[in-house]
C-alpha cells in the first residue's frame, strides 16, 4: 500500500513538471528557427551590424519579435550603460574588428549564453576576452516571462 | 636424521624460492626528479612522472625522454602545480596552479612542452569539471557559474552558457553534436551556499543551445578515496536512462521525464555499523546492485527502508510495473542481480567494498577493503511471475560474488567454491579451497571454462564443469590492480600489488607468476594488451627516480 502511494505520488510528480516542461518547449519553439536581416543604425565609434545582423525568431505563441527588435536596437546604438562600458572595454583592450555572434537572453534581458560564431580568430585570448564581457552584459527594458528564451545574431564591428 | 631434514627442507625452500621467476627487465630510465603524479597511454605511447615543480615525458616503449621542464620554465605564470589532467586524445596536459581565487590552468603540448596557452577564467576546475569532445577537439569546462566549451590546442572559447552550473555528474556524447549531463554537488557546504539545483541537460556542443533541462531525483555519490562517480547514464531507444538509486526515464527529444523506479535510501547507511571508530571519511559500495536490463524489461531493486527491500520488474518503453517480488526478508545488502533464461538469481549479503580514512595523531591511513555482509544467500526467481524458486543458505559464512553459466550458478562462500543447478538450486558440487592454499577468495571471474579465484594471497584457477583445481600459485596478502573493474589485461594478464608496492604479474591460463619488488610506495599500471607492467618508482636524496617497464610474460 505504501508503495502504491509512494509511486502515485511520483508519477503525479512527474505529470505535473513534464506539463511545465512542455509548455515551455511549445512557447520556444524548440529547435525551429527563421532567419531574418536587419539594417542597424551606427554609431561614432562602434559599427554595429554592418555586414547585416542576423535575427532569429521563434515560432512559439511568445511573440518575442519585439523584445529581439529593442535588443537589436540597444546594440545598434550603445546608449546604454553596460554597452557603453563595452565599448570603452573593448577600447582599452584594442578589441577590433568584427565579429558575429550568437546571444541567448531571458528574464529581464540577463545573458544565458554566448556564441562566438566568426570573427577575432587572429587573436583568441582578445577573442575571449571579449566574449567574457558580453556573459555579463544585461539589457535593459527587456522582459521575458519565466522559462522563455530569446535568440538573434548580431554583428558587432568594434 | 634430524639434521637431513633440516638440510632438506632449507634445500626444498631454496628451490621454492628459486621457483618463482623475477619479472624481466624491459629497460629502466632514470628520472631526475621525485614525483607525485604518473600516467600512461598505451595509444599515445608515452608517460609522465611529474613533481609539483618539474615534469618529465618518457616513451613507453624504448623509455627516451621525451622532454622534461619545470613548470617555472614552461610559463613564467606557474609556480607550484597542484593538479595535472591528461587528454591523451588531444595531447596536451593541462595543470593547474591553484592560489585561493586565482587559479591558472595551463594547456601544454604534451609532445614538446611548450605552452599552448594559460588561464585564469576557470577558478576552482579538477578533473571532474573537464568533458572533452574529440570531434571538436575542444572540451567543456563546468564552474560554479557557467559551461564553456573551449578548442584544446588554442584556448579559443567557443560558446559559454549560464544554464547549466556545478561538476559533471555523468554525460553521453552523441554523433550528432549533443551531449547529455547530469550536474553533481561538489561538496555539500558549497552547493548549499551558491543554491545548488540537480540538473539533467541536453545542449548542442556546437553552439550552447540547451535543448531541453530538466530536474533530476536524488544525489549523485563519489566514492570517497577513489572518487568514482556511482551514477549510469544511456540514450537508448529515443529515452535517456539515468542509473542511480534505481532508474529515471526521460525523453530524448523533449527532456519530457517517462517514468521513474527510485529508493530514497542511501545504500552506505544500510551498513553503517562497519564504519571503523575514528573515521573521517567512510562510503560501502556495491551494496545495492546495478539495474539490469535485458531486452524490453529492467530489473531493479527497491529499498523502501534499511530492512525492507524487493525485486522489482518493469517494461522499459512504458514504466509499467509487471511484478515485485515477495519482501527480501532481512537482507541489508543485495550486491548482484543476474538473469539468464527465465531465472532471476539474487546475491543477498557478501562481499561489499568498503572505503574509508582515519586520521589519528599520528597519521592519516587510507583504505579500500572487501568486507562480508550478512545475512548471505542466493535467491531464484521466476522472471516472468517474480515468484521465488529457491533459496541456498550454503553461503552463510561467506559469499564473494557469483556467476551465471550454461544453466549453472557459479559461486564462491570464500572457503569453497560451488556449482548450483539454476532451476532447482540443487548443489552440483562443493569443492573446498583448502588446496588451493590462496587464504580465503575474495573475487571469482569467468575465464574460458575456468573459474579464477582471487584470494587474499594469491589466485588459483579451477574447472566450472565439475569444480576441480587446475593450478593454483600463492603470493602475498595483496588487492588485484583494476581499473573500470578490469581484472584480466589482454589474453590472461591479472595483477596483484601488495601495500609494499610488491608486484606479481599471473598468467591465469597457467597460473603462473612472475614477480617485482619496487619501492614502497611506487605505481604501477599494466598494459591495455597486458603485456608489459610500467612501474614508477619516486626517488628520494639517497636513491634515483626510475621508470621501469617490465615484461609480464
Known sequence: MKDLIRYSLLIIAFYFTSEQHLHAQEKTGGERVTIKEEKPTNSSSYRGG?????????????NNEEVIKEIKAQLATMATKPLMELIEFCKKNTIQGEFVIDLTIEGKGKVLTVFMVSGGEDNIPKKNLLKNKLVELQFEN????????VKLRYTLNF | MKKIAIILIALFAFLGTQAQEEMRQEFTKEIDHSFDYTAKSDNQGYCYASSDKEITVLDTKTGAIKWNKKFSEISNELRKVDEIIPLWESNVIFVFDRKMGKDKMACIDALTGSLLWISSNYQDVEEDNIIYVSELNAFAVSTKESLTMVKARTGEELWQTSKFKGIVGYYVYL????????????????????????????????????IWDQVYRGVVEKKVLTHERLVKMEIKDNNVFLYMNGIQVFDFSTGKPLWAAVYDQTPSDVVKNKKPAGARKFGAYGVVAEPVVVGDYIYVLDLVNKRNQYLKKYALKTGKMIWQSAEIKDARAIPGIYVMGDKVVLQVGGQVELQYQVVTKDATTSTIEMENVKPMNVQCFNAITGEQLWESEKMKKGLTNLFLTQGNVIVCSG???????????????EMPLKEDNIGEADLIIPYKDQAVIIGEKGVSTRKISDGSL?????????????????????????ALATPKSDYAVYDVSTCKYKSFDAHKGASAYLSDDGLSLYVFESGSLTRKSKFTKLSAK
Open chain 1, 50 to 62: 554592418s555586414s547585416g545582423p542576423l535575427k532569429e525568431t521563434t515560432s512559439s505563441s511568445f
Open chain 1, 142 to 149: 527587456i522582459k521575458i516571462p519565466k522559462k522563455e528564451r
Open chain 2, 175 to 210: 554523433p550528432d553534436g549533443t551531449i547529455t549531463m547530469i550536474n553533481m554537488k561538489s561538496t555539500l557546504l558549497g552547493s548549499l551556499f551558491s543554491g545548488f539545483k540537480n540538473q539533467i541537460v541536453k545542449i548542442n556542443t556546437k553552439n550552447g543551445d540547451v
Open chain 2, 415 to 429: 572457503k569453497a567454491f560451488y556449482s548450483m543447478d539454476l532451476t532447482t538450486g540443487k548443489e552440483n558440487y
Open chain 2, 470 to 494: 587446475t593450478a593454483s600459485s600463492k603470493f602475498r596478502r595483496s588487492t588485484p590492480i583494476t581499473y573500470n573493474n578490469q581484472y584480466i589485461y589482454g589474453e590472461s594478464t591479472l
